[in-house]
């Protein structure tokens, strides 16, 4: 048996420990000064962001439609009023002379609003698609100018005006301007909610796993910080960029679950080490060496993943970048900085308020002798049976899990993409329920058409040679214009009517072959379906670059953490893996409608594009964290005594039940989040949920085991170069500098079979 060796004191630690530790008071004051100033800039973020930034800024949609609104306010309005003639008017219906007179008296007080432009409607155009079949319903349209925030505001301040009852009629808004504010006070009010679900059944959570109330507080705090923080860094980022609204549901979830993920780690094994006799300052030296150092990659892991949707243009995916990335690197610094500092504080007091202590004695004869007072160390035997039961049969288990997971992945082969519009808000939302009447009611495809902008056409006989040929083009049903800015034409536009759905295939083949047609001048193509078009293409041409970057940290740092060639590319594929479920989940239910009475949302039947760049990064980025969480366990057992199965039956003893407790945890975050009225905040938080849970109790259950012991010692070799490049950079728990508490070999009566947490 080696020699014992002595529990390192606080003076034995590094420097980064001492930094950490030396003045614990002083870290908690100055962390409760930047939490506060934090508060204060922080304030009011959400209404500096948008719930736009689906489109590719540099896309020839995006340049279409700016010209469009800049030329033509009246081609492109963002706001309808639907005005519904009442019960009393007789069969005339909206041609009623009552109706006529107060629609006209609305649309010309329409036209006399600030910063409203473009007022048309049906009884001055006289236009069929602005007048519903039955005749009962018609429309006024404009178009709101500004951003979404000067939008937004003018909107709030005239809508009192005009919704409601107007003598015979009843007047409804819609429109996209009316869609977002109702997409953002609706996510405000859902991420409100969010919390406060969240936050009581996390602490109930916490308090089972922790026993100790003081202890469960603890994780809290950290994620309160991150979360404070991160929306002071949102708030100043809406100076320089587009912030999209859907960002804070990440910040609260990625906040909370993350910080907690973190926490319970080192708290964790702050108890185990002062259970082992170590005083407060030499434990959390310790612990800082070992899972100080584990969360340290896992948050790098994280942020690398969550910064690949930086790669694309679509300031809805960067804002999640912006997000992610701050509340990751924020949640990792609080449990490194602030954590330790007040378990030093704290010392054995942390397991003070005990709520599990009659559960305790009821098991006390059984209870190892070093235990903690806490509850800081179960025995995890029976994740230890588990590992070695699936490695004894590691060619079963490895199959048909993995045939498993691509089953359940499978109907993600027949995902249809397309955009967001009004039914991402509730059946009784107003501008959904107005979108909606338009979409049944009214001829034609409303909003669906393409709008074909043409620039320095040399008179009307050309434009007409060009209206022409596009009515040529297969799948079009109707052309309307040109409309021209005068005798130069320098600016014109026609509105092509596509067969089909206005964002369907036969629409984007279209957008196609218009853009192929070369009249001699320039031409650009705007409309929902030329934005899908755009947007797709501008995803395909960044995900290499954003997929490459995400592979190559992510091995980059495994292997740093590891020393293994195998266990980064197993790390990379397994994690990969686990989000087979999600993906699937995300076609079968809310592309397909299956669940959408039960879970209360609309289906489109399609998926918006950009949500399953946003879903991967994410999921990815938490399975890695999982990830490291027990690889980083086997690594020190399997240096500590070389035995390889050992190490992994032990390492998932030690972490399988603390793994298991923190994706519980970040679910029941993500499932709140889920409870959104918005369909694609839902969707991402139920996705999300249902990854952690598929990764946590699937993959590193039953799939890592299985292939670990199938790949056996050869898991830990690298070729003699990376091996040296790893003695020189590489950092893992329990490395020289960090010796073990215990004996090694661990003595008898503290061995389990199959492992120990």
């Not at 100043?236 to 909370?256: D, I, P, R, W």
């Not at 709140?672 to 991402?684: D, E, F, H, P, Q």
């Not at 010796?739 to 061995?751: D, G, I, N, T, Y």
Request: hydrophobic fraction near 50%; include cysteine.
């Amino acid at each position: 048996m080696s020699e014992v060796k002595k529990p390192p004191s606080s003076g034995e630690s590094g420097g980064w420990t001492r930094f950490v530790t030396a003045r614990p008071r002083l870290s908690l004051l100055l962390a409760l000064v930047v939490t506060a100033l934090a508060v204060f800039v922080g304030g009011g973020v959400a209404e500096r962001m948008s719930s736009g930034g689906w489109e590719d800024p540099d896309a020839q949609s995006t340049y279409a439609a700016a010209a469009l609104e800049r030329e033509f306010p009246a081609s492109q309005p963002n706001l309808l009023l639907l005005v519904d003639a009442g019960p009393g008017v007789g069969a005339a219906g909206v041609d009623d002379p009552a109706v006529t007179a107060e629609a006209e008296r609305l649309t010309a007080l329409l036209a006399g609003e600030k910063g409203v432009v473009g007022v048309g409607s049906y009884w001055r155009t006289r236009l069929p698609a602005l007048r519903s079949e039955d005749g009962r319903q018609a429309l006024i349209a404009a178009r709101v100018l500004g951003d979404q925030k000067t939008a937004t505001e003018v909107l709030d301040r005239i809508t009192p005006r005009y919704r409601g009852e107007h003598g015979p009629v009843r007047v409804s808004l819609g429109g996209p301007v009316a869609v977002q504010a109702e997409v953002t006070t609706t996510i405000q009010e859902d991420l409100l909610r969010a919390e406060l679900i969240a936050l009581p059944v996390t602490l109930v959570l916490l308090v089972l796993v922790f026993g100790s109330a003081i202890a469960a507080l603890l994780p809290l705090g950290v994620g309160i910080v991150a979360i404070l923080g991160t929306n002071a860094v949102l708030r100043g980022l809406t100076e320089f960029t587009e912030v999209s609204v859907f960002a804070q549901n990440l910040t609260t979830a990625l906040g909370l679950g993350l910080a907690i993920d973190y926490a319970l780690f080192i708290v964790r094994r702050f108890r185990e080490e002062l259970a082992a006799g170590q005083d407060p300052a030499g434990a959390v030296g310790t612990t800082l060496r070992t899972a100080g150092r584990t969360v340290l990659f896992s948050a790098l892991t994280v942020a690398v993943a969550l910064s690949a949707m930086a790669f694309f243009p679509m300031s809805f995916l960067r804002s999640f970048a912006y997000a992610g990335v701050a509340v990751v690197l924020l949640a990792a610094a609080a449990a490194l900085v602030l954590l330790p500092a007040a378990l030093i504080l704290l010392g054995e007091r942390v397991n003070s308020l005990d709520l599990r202590r009659l559960w305790r004695r009821g098991r006390a004869s059984g209870a190892p002798s070093g235990a903690p007072s806490g509850a800081a160390v179960e025995t995890g035997r029976g994740w230890g049976r588990a590992a070695g039961l699936v490695m004894r049969r590691a060619p079963l288990f490895a199959v048909a899990t993995t045939a498993g997971l691509l089953l359940l992945g499978l109907p993600f082969l027949g995902v249809k993409f397309g955009t967001v519009d009004d039914r991402q808000l509730p059946k009784t939302a107003e501008s959904h329920v107005v979108q909606q009447q338009i979409r049944d009611a009214f001829p034609g495809s409303p909003g669906g058409g393409l709008t074909v902008l043409a620039e320095g056409a040399s008179g009307p006989a050309e434009l007409t040679a060009y209206r022409e040929r596009l009515a040529a083009l297969p799948g079009v049903v109707r052309i309307d214009g040109p409309v021209s800015t005068g005798p130069e034409a320098r600016y014109a536009y026609f509105s092509v009517i596509a067969q089909g759905e206005g964002v369907g295939p036969r629409a984007q083949d279209l957008v196609g072959e218009v853009r192929k047609v070369d009249p001699g001048f320039r031409t650009s193509v705007a409309g929902q379906a030329a934005r899908l078009v755009d947007t797709k293409a501008a995803i395909a041409d960044a995900l290499p670059t954003a997929l490459a970057l995400v592979a190559l940290a992510t091995l980059l740092l495994v292997f740093l953490l590891t020393g293994s060639l195998l266990i980064p590319l197993q790390a990379v594929l397994l994690n990969a893996l686990s989000l087979t479920a999600m993906f699937g989940a995300m076609v079968w239910v809310f592309q397909e409608g299956n669940l959408s009475g039960l879970l209360s949302f609309t289906s489109t039947g399609d998926i918006e594009t950009t949500l399953p760049v946003l879903m991967f990064c994410i999921a990815f980025g938490l399975s890695m964290d999982y990830g490291v969480f027990l690889i980083s366990r086997i690594k020190e057992e399997y240096d500590r005594t070389g035995d390889h199965e050992g190490a992994v039956r032990t390492g998932l003893a030690r972490t399988g039940g603390l793994i298991t407790a923190a994706a519980l945890i970040l679910a029941v975050v993500m499932v709140a989040i889920g409870t959104s009225r918005v369909t694609n905040t839902k969707m991402l938080g139920l996705g999300i949920a249902l990854a952690v849970l598929m990764d946590a109790m699937i993959v590193r259950s039953l799939l890592v085991p299985a292939v670990m012991k199938l790949t056996g010692k050869a898991t830990w070799w690298a070729p003699g170069p990376l091996r040296r490049l790893h003695e020189r950079f590489g950092l893992s728990e329990g490395e020289a500098a960090a010796p073990p508490v215990r004996p090694e070999p661990l003595p008898e009566e503290e061995k389990v079979p199959v492992g120990t947490a």
